[in-house]
């Protein structure tokens, strides 16, 4: 969390672009495998690609909204009761969200469980709020929001990707992996969420790893 | 006393000898007398390499058990010159013991499981076999060239891997998941952790741990022996703790002893795993310790629920042979990388997995607990071994700085 702290200072003086804003979250700081935040709901409601899916987009629309808002009130907040102003922008907005999937898609609702009320506590968001939005003004706010939560999205999509087309062969509740294939039954229990997990951050360790040493060389 | 002192710097290793007051002072004592003498000290004039004849009787009295003179010179140039007096620090004699030859002694010592798994369930099993093994080897071999290690592959420490997964497995067991267990075993049970020596996990049982979870079905798929020969429709059946546990059913002791029942592959057969396990228990590689705790520990608490109730609770010696018990205690507990090293800490993890087998069997969800209890026993390794260190001889007690 300091270092994201201290991250985030940059931007302001240095004067950042906005789609410098944007662009971190997506693969520099991409919040499960990077930063390791949020992996709740990573580990948990990622065994389906359609569950991954709707979580990341879920959580995205309350990062953004609730940046944009802290964002906006940010000089009218005290310091000393900032963490309970933002518990209660983002709970409202959470509580919209519920509501919102409970009406709307009531199947994906009951899949993720109690993991839509929990993205109240989800690290990310509370993370950017503090490193964030509170001292930047609304439009890098928006942009940071935004790079946030799609690289969020994206590590559960990628999450339910795999999880979905080892654990049942299908994509999307489409069966595209044929009768000669046996399901992994270990990829949709929790045991297969842990590997994959480490696995993901493996590679995406190994991968910048291997970028930034090319960097070097040229 | 002072030999404890400069052993402990011989510990130290190469770091510059750190000679406490009391090793000055019997180095200064030492200087003119030979090595001979007090042959823990080596004659200074010799070993002083560093010239400065002030610092010499000192800084040797230190580091003397540690590297003398002649050890620079080759093994065989110091028997040459056997005409001086020549002193080092033990070991003196080796043995021609190494990792491959240990490791091929157990392949041997597998010779009777998998030869009578072979006779009990067909030709088809030595396929199973030849499958993990060739894809342990391979596996390994690719890992280590991937991460730039040297390649260890022939130490055979990976064809273990192979056959004792192989012999965990069912008979009617699909080609591809033994694939798939066996680059588990390997690629990230074995080598992600460091390769051999550094593995936390026995790898054949973290292969067969993985299996467990992927593909809950066919694992626990079991055939009986004879009707599997043609293998294509064999006739499935309980295991004898699957009987035991859903059926209330024992299976006789003679079965369970030369392993005509259905099971995984080596399992069946407590004789012939026996036989292997006395043979490296004859060869030194093994700690009686280990398998002797581990079955005893199973003995004695499956008699503590037999003597309680013998109608529910099977006996202990039906524990004691039926499933894995036998091919844990013999093959895994018995691993020398991820087993405590010291004696006391070899009961505690025996007993221990051997009461968690138990427990498991008895009472948990699954008919049997070799599997989980070993590996529950393993992460508790490095616990273990901490807190069992024996005291160095004449450590005082309170003496924690």
Same mark, same amino acid.
């Given at each position: 969390?300091?270092?994201?702290?201290?991250?985030?200072?940059?931007?302001?003086?240095?004067?950042?672009?906005?789609?410098?804003?944007?662009?971190?979250?997506?693969?520099?700081?991409?919040?499960?495998?990077?930063?390791?935040?949020?992996?709740?709901?990573?580990?948990?409601?990622?065994?389906?690609?359609?569950?991954?899916?709707?979580?990341?987009?879920?959580?995205?629309?309350?990062?953004?909204?609730?940046?944009?808002?802290?964002?906006?009130?940010?000089?009218?907040?005290?310091?000393?009761?900032?963490?309970?102003?933002?518990?209660?922008?983002?709970?409202?907005?959470?509580?919209?969200?519920?509501?919102?999937?409970?009406?709307?898609?009531?199947?994906?609702?009951?899949?993720?469980?109690?993991?839509?009320?929990?993205?109240?506590?989800?690290?990310?968001?509370?993370?950017?709020?503090?490193?964030?939005?509170?001292?930047?003004?609304?439009?890098?706010?928006?942009?940071?929001?935004?790079?946030?939560?799609?690289?969020?999205?994206?590590?559960?999509?990628?999450?339910?990707?795999?999880?979905?087309?080892?654990?049942?062969?299908?994509?999307?509740?489409?069966?595209?992996?044929?009768?000669?294939?046996?399901?992994?039954?270990?990829?949709?229990?929790?045991?297969?969420?842990?590997?994959?997990?480490?696995?993901?951050?493996?590679?995406?360790?190994?991968?910048?790893?291997?970028?930034?040493?090319?960097?070097?060389?040229? | 006393?002072?030999?404890?002192?400069? +052993?402990?710097?011989?510990?130290?290793?190469?770091?510059?000898?750190?000679?406490?007051?009391?090793?000055?002072?019997?180095?200064?004592?030492?200087?003119?007398?030979?090595?001979?003498?007090?042959?823990?000290?080596?004659?200074?004039?010799?070993?002083?390499?560093?010239?400065?004849?002030?610092?010499?009787?000192?800084?040797?009295?230190?580091?003397?058990?540690?590297? +003398?003179?002649?050890?620079?010179?080759?093994?065989?140039?110091?028997?040459?010159?056997?005409?001086?007096?020549?002193?080092?620090?033990?070991?003196?004699?080796?043995?021609?013991?190494?990792?491959?030859?240990?490791?091929?002694?157990?392949?041997?010592?597998?010779?009777?499981?998998?030869?009578?798994?072979?006779?009990?369930?067909?030709?088809?099993?030595?396929?199973?076999?030849?499958?993990?093994?060739?894809?342990?080897?391979?596996?390994?071999?690719?890992?280590?060239?991937?991460? +730039?290690?040297?390649?260890?592959?022939?130490?055979?420490?990976?064809?273990?891997?192979?056959?004792?997964?192989?012999?965990?497995?069912?008979?009617?067991?699909?080609?591809?998941?033994?694939?798939?267990?066996?680059?588990?075993?390997?690629?990230?049970?074995?080598?992600?952790?460091?390769?051999?020596?550094?593995?936390?996990?026995?790898?054949?049982?973290?292969?067969?741990?993985?299996?467990?979870?992927?593909?809950?079905?066919?694992?626990?798929?079991?055939?009986?022996?004879?009707?599997?020969?043609?293998?294509?429709?064999?006739?499935?059946?309980?295991?004898?703790?699957?009987?035991?546990?859903?059926?209330?059913?024992?299976?006789?002791?003679?079965?369970?002893?030369?392993?005509?029942?259905?099971?995984?592959?080596?399992?069946?057969?407590?004789?012939?795993?026996?036989?292997?396990?006395?043979?490296?228990?004859?060869?030194?590689?093994?700690?009686?310790?280990?398998?002797?705790?581990?079955?005893?520990?199973?003995?004695?608490?499956?008699?503590?629920?037999?003597?309680?109730?013998?109608?529910?609770?099977?006996?202990?010696?039906?524990?004691?042979?039926?499933?894995?018990?036998?091919?844990?205690?013999?093959?895994?507990?018995?691993?020398?990388?991820?087993?405590?090293?010291?004696?006391?800490?070899?009961?505690?993890?025996?007993?221990?997995?051997?009461?968690?087998?138990?427990?498991?069997?008895?009472?948990?969800?699954?008919?049997?607990?070799?599997?989980?209890?070993?590996?529950?026993?393993?992460?508790?390794?490095?616990?273990?071994?901490?807190?069992?260190?024996?005291?160095?001889?004449?450590?005082?007690?309170?003496?924690?700085?």
């Amino acid at each position: 969390m300091a270092d994201s702290v201290e991250k985030a200072q940059l931007p302001e003086e240095e004067t950042q672009s906005l789609s410098y804003e944007l662009v971190k979250g997506l693969w520099q700081d991409i919040a499960p495998f990077r930063l390791v935040l949020g992996l709740c709901p990573a580990l948990a409601v990622t065994n389906s690609l359609l569950n991954g899916l709707s979580m990341g987009l879920a959580t995205l629309f309350v990062l953004v909204a609730s940046c944009t808002a802290v964002s906006i009130v940010r000089k009218l907040i005290a310091p000393q009761v900032r963490i309970a102003a933002y518990v209660v922008i983002i709970a409202t907005i959470v509580t919209v969200t519920d509501l919102f999937l409970q009406a709307m898609t009531p199947g994906i609702s009951k899949a993720l469980g109690p993991y839509v009320p929990l993205i109240i506590t989800n690290c990310i968001i509370l993370g950017r709020l503090e490193a964030f939005s509170q001292k930047n003004p609304v439009l890098p706010s928006i942009m940071d929001s935004l790079g946030t939560g799609i690289g969020f999205t994206f590590g559960l999509v990628a999450m339910g990707f795999v999880r979905e087309i080892l654990g049942f062969g299908s994509i999307f509740g489409f069966t595209i992996l044929g009768d000669w294939f046996t399901p992994w039954i270990v990829m949709i229990l929790p045991a297969g969420a842990f590997l994959l997990m480490g696995g993901l951050i493996a590679l995406v360790n190994y991968i910048s790893h291997k970028q930034s040493s090319q960097g070097e060389e040229a | 006393m002072d030999k404890e002192k400069t +052993k402990k710097a011989d510990t130290d290793g190469s770091t510059e000898a750190k000679p406490t007051a009391e090793v000055k002072t019997s180095a200064k004592k030492a200087p003119a007398k030979t090595g001979a003498k007090i042959p823990v000290k080596k004659a200074p004039a010799k070993s002083a390499a560093e010239g400065d004849v002030k610092n010499a009787p000192a800084k040797t009295g230190g580091k003397a058990p540690v590297k +003398k003179a002649p050890a620079k010179k080759a093994p065989a140039e110091a028997d040459e010159s056997a005409s001086k007096l020549v002193i080092s620090s033990s070991p003196h004699f080796q043995t021609t013991e190494n990792i491959p030859r240990i490791m091929y002694t157990v392949v041997t010592a597998l010779i009777p499981a998998m030869a009578v798994s072979v006779y009990l369930f067909g030709l088809r099993v030595l396929m199973l076999m030849a499958v993990c093994v060739v894809v342990c080897l391979v596996s390994e071999y690719a890992m280590q060239k991937a991460r +730039k290690k040297s390649v260890r592959v022939h130490d055979g420490s990976a064809a273990i891997t192979g056959i004792l997964l192989a012999l965990m497995l069912p008979p009617g067991f699909p080609i591809y998941g033994a694939v798939l267990g066996s680059l588990f075993s390997i690629v990230i049970g074995k080598m992600l952790f460091g390769g051999l020596g550094y593995n936390i996990f026995n790898p054949a049982l973290i292969g067969r741990a993985f299996l467990q979870a992927t593909y809950p079905v066919l694992i626990t798929t079991w055939v009986d022996p004879g009707a599997v020969i043609n293998a294509v429709d064999a006739i499935s059946a309980a295991t004898p703790l699957a009987m035991m546990k859903f059926g209330g059913e024992a299976t006789g002791l003679g079965a369970l002893f030369f392993g005509n029942t259905a099971g995984s592959l080596g399992e069946t057969s407590a004789i012939a795993i026996l036989i292997g396990g006395l043979y490296l228990r004859y060869k030194g590689y093994i700690n009686w310790k280990l398998p002797l705790g581990y079955l005893g520990s199973i003995a004695f608490f499956a008699a503590i629920f037999w003597i309680y109730d013998s109608s529910t609770y099977a006996s202990p010696f039906f524990h004691v042979m039926a499933g894995g018990a036998m091919l844990g205690a013999w093959f895994m507990v018995t691993d020398m990388v991820t087993t405590p090293v010291t004696p006391c800490g070899q009961w505690i993890f025996a007993i221990g997995a051997g009461f968690l087998t138990i427990i498991i069997r008895l009472f948990g969800g699954l008919p049997e607990g070799v599997m989980y209890s070993i590996l529950f026993m393993n992460a508790f390794v490095p616990l273990i071994n901490r807190h069992t260190k024996p005291k160095v001889f004449g450590e005082l007690k309170a003496k924690k700085t």
